[in-house]
């Protein structure tokens, strides 16, 4: 009975090699990106849209595993497909003033990629009138 799992499963194995494949997982690749988004002055209960432009600056596909914001009051898109070497991408965020009690208010979006370092921190400020 063991020789028989044996000989049932042993094809399974080696035909699982990853020789030939087109994906190259676990490369790194290098980003550049305006890391601080200043909307200026914006009256209470606007919603900021930051635009950041992302440029893969390496050699491999740059692939993005999470975009998070720092808050309830902030949202970002995740870019769905991996960005070719010498392409760019844009990250929009949005903050919501609504609820803000200061006058200034200061945002984060952090995105987390195959780059060295994984994660890179976005800002975005603003000044409330």
Do not use: W
């Not at 550049?32 to 606007?46: C, P, R």
């Not at 692939?63 to 902030?74: A, D, H, L, N, Q």
Request: charged share 20%.
């Amino acid at each position: 009975m063991k020789k028989l799992l044996i000989l049932l499963v042993m094809p399974l194995v080696f035909s699982c090699s990853s020789e030939g494949d087109s994906v190259e997982i676990g490369k790194k690749t290098s980003l550049e990106v305006n890391e601080v988004y200043d909307a200026g002055t914006v009256v209470k209960g606007e919603v900021i849209r930051a635009v950041f432009t992302v440029k893969n600056t390496g050699d491999h596909p740059l692939v993005f595993g999470e975009v998070r914001p720092s808050c309830s009051c902030t949202v970002a898109d995740k870019p769905s497909k991996p960005i070719q070497p010498g392409a760019s991408t844009k990250i929009i965020a949005k903050v919501n003033t609504a609820n803000v009690s200061s006058k200034e208010v200061t945002k984060s979006v952090t995105i987390m990629t195959n780059t060295t370092p994984s994660t890179k921190v976005l800002i975005i400020k603003a000044k409330i009138k």
